[in-house]
């Protein structure tokens, strides 16, 4: 608990919660800097934390054991709207070796504090609770604040700008992907699973656009760097895409450079690079298709 404090320092105060029925976890009494929730608001919120997925406003997933709703809360006559992403172990001898490990929620809430403390733009932890049936955790609920926007692969798909208007939003977005992921690599943090739909796109008050990360689930941390996890988020993110007709070659190429840029890359092997991760891509894009019976 106390290094978590640590990393939290000046940007995020927490609280244990001690629930019913073996629930137990972590609440943020004051988020980004200017939310300030009370500890007596969450206990009455989360006194039934099994309800927290009733009456959601709308449901992002049912994917086997998660579910992920976007629900307005009430916490302590003080309103948010979040995102509440529920994981429960599973049966047999994959459920039982995760439910032995930390809680899901609060690795999730874990990791985002650290890329917050990095500067990378990602959605504020907001609570992380579990439940323990003796010494076997079997289900968490991880929240973080919703982020207004619309997220990368549906941004890209209905985008209608054309010509330099286009050229222009291309490059401001490849730009803040490329600096994501060149940050991860400078803090010695990778993405597995960087999809197009686990970013967000909006724009600020001066008409600039920003890009966060609402899924922390796939952000790991590497001791020493190599290739193939430092350049994973690269190619995972143009595979996601790679179906869209409005992306071109040289979208990809951009968005490349400008990591190269970076992480100060030498200039004399960016193009084997960028075969490789081509390929990769490409791969990994048909792999899809095929199960998808194309």
Known sequence: MHDVETVMRNLIEISDVALVDGWRGWVAVRAAGKDQFSKAGWEKLLAKPKKLLEGAQQTLKIEGLNTVTVKYLDIGGRGVKAVIKRRQSGAGVRGIFRS?????????????????????????????VYHKRFLFCDQSIYISEYIEGTNLYEFLKDMQAQG?????????????????????????????????????VSQDNDGEYRITITDVDGIKQYFSANEDRQMQGLWQLAASVMEL?????????????IYC?????????RRDIFRRLAQKAQAKYRLKQARQGR
């Open 100 to 128: 032995m490990g930390a809680a899901h929620a609060i690795r999730n809430f874990i990791a985002a504090v650290k890329i917050r403390q990095y500067g990378l733009p990602v959605a504020a932890p907001l609570a992380a």
């Open 164 to 200: 330099e208007e286009r050229y222009w939003i291309m490059r401001e977005l490849s730009a803040r992907m490329a600096e994501i992921f060149a940050e991860l690599h400078k803090n010695n943090l990778w993405h597995r699973d960087a999809k197009a739909t686990n970013f967000v």
């Open 245 to 257: 007709p409005g992306i071109t070659r040289t979208d990809y190429l951009r968005a490349f450079e």
């Open 261 to 269: 840029d970076e992480v100060r890359m030498p200039a004399g092997e």
